[in-house]
């Protein structure tokens, strides 16, 4: 079974209604959680979008977001030896745009075999990953 990462754009952009792409959001998360992929994240992701959506959006809709992945997204947590490269490589990069999480969800999917993310960050094509949804066909 093929598995696909979540990352935090497309997670946020469920939640909040005037998020650019929160119709595309929706209609992928749809399609995602019919299908068969395995859904995914770190630790990393699920700390980094709780903090955003509960500064932007407020306790009710973190409650929503627990809602929403508890049944259908695993949590995976980040060890010390992807932390490590994943911190590595940000020094590497030497980039303010990527993130320590970005790093650590790449590091985890290369580990895994995950070929195709659920965001909106375009850092993950740069990478070598697929987009769900693609906006670049649309």
């Known amino acids: 079974m093929s598995s696909v990462f979540c990352d935090t754009s497309g997670l946020y952009a469920l939640l909040d209604r005037s998020d650019l792409h929160a119709p595309a959001a929706v209609a992928?998360?749809?399609?995602?959680?019919?299908?068969s992929a395995a859904l995914?994240?770190?630790?990393y992701v699920a700390v980094e979008t709780v903090a955003l959506v509960q500064a932007r959006l407020g306790m009710p809709a973190v409650d929503g977001l627990r809602t929403l992945l508890?049944?259908?997204?695993?949590?995976?947590?980040?060890?010390?030896?992807?932390h490590q490269a994943a911190l590595e490589?940000?020094?590497?990069?030497?980039?303010?745009?990527?993130?320590?999480?970005?790093?650590?969800s790449f590091a985890f999917m290369r580990q895994n075999g995950v070929r195709s993310a659920?965001?909106?960050?375009?850092?993950f094509t740069e990478f070598g990953f697929s987009l769900i949804p693609d906006e670049t066909r649309v």
Do not use: I, K, M, Y
């Open 70 to 82: 508890d049944p259908f997204v695993a949590v995976h947590f980040v060890d010390s030896g992807l």
């Open 40 to 43: 995914v994240t770190t630790n």
């Open 28 to 35: 992928a998360w749809e399609s995602l959680v019919a299908g």
């Open 118 to 123: 659920f965001t909106f960050d375009r850092h």
């Open 89 to 104: 490589q940000v020094v590497a990069l030497s980039r303010r745009a990527v993130s320590l999480v970005d790093c650590a």
